[in-house]
């Protein structure tokens, strides 16, 4: 059974930068992709960015691209999101999820990180 934790969040100013992490432990990654989701209170939950593991192509919501970059490092089976110019509005708890695809629903992800708070202050 896959574990993916998370880690990385924290408080920053509107237009810092943050880098969060997401280790995953317990299977090969080949056949699937790690996608971000954010959810804020009150809100649903939100896809950021998707990266396949084998290839490394990457999907990003419209609203992050040019700042929020999603990488993978094989050898340590670690994903990251570094996010740029952040803002206020993305106040939100940051999960990693692991599915067949990089879905923007959360629906067909097999397994969630257990979420990693960032908090932008304007």
């Known amino acids: 059974q896959v574990q993916l934790v998370e880690s990385g969040g924290g408080l920053v100013q509107a237009g810092g930068s943050l880098r969060l992490s997401c280790a995953a432990s317990g299977r090969s990654l080949s056949r699937y992709a790690m996608s971000w989701f954010r959810q804020a209170p009150g809100k649903e939950r939100e896809f950021v960015a998707g990266?396949?593991?084998?290839?490394?192509?990457?999907e990003y919501a419209d609203s992050v691209k040019g700042r929020f970059t999603i990488s993978r490092d094989a050898a340590k089976n670690t994903t990251y999101l570094q996010m740029n110019s952040l803002k206020s509005e993305e106040t939100a708890v940051y999960y990693c999820?692991?599915?067949?695809?990089?879905?923007?629903?959360?629906?067909?992800?097999?397994?969630w990180g257990q979420g990693t708070q960032v908090t932008v202050s304007s």
């Open positions: 990266i396949w593991w084998s290839g490394g192509s990457t």
């Open positions: 999820a692991l599915g067949p695809g990089t879905f923007r629903s959360p629906g067909p992800y097999n397994a």
